[in-house]
């Protein structure tokens, strides 16, 4: 799909968002996408607007590696 939205905009010169959703479980997979879009889109498209990631399953796994579990 990433592969797709770069050739959409090689081809017309905008740029299409991407929401990567279903199975998004660890925050080393969420990793791999935007690792995967940055290479594949440049770094500007990891924005909210154009970069999203859907997966309510991550939230509390996130929340531990960034420390909000500790209080």
């Known amino acids: 799909m990433l592969t797709v939205i770069r050739e959409h905009r090689d081809r017309t010169g ?30 500007a498209f990891l924005r909210s607007e154009s970069f999203r990631i859907g997966a309510s399953g991550l939230l509390a796994p996130l929340l531990a590696a960034l420390g909000a579990d500790r209080a």
Do not use: N, Q, S
């Open 14 to 43: 905008r740029t299409v968002g991407f929401k990567a959703a279903g199975g998004i479980r660890t925050v080393e997979d969420a990793a791999d996408y935007a690792t995967l879009a940055e290479r594949l889109l440049g770094p």
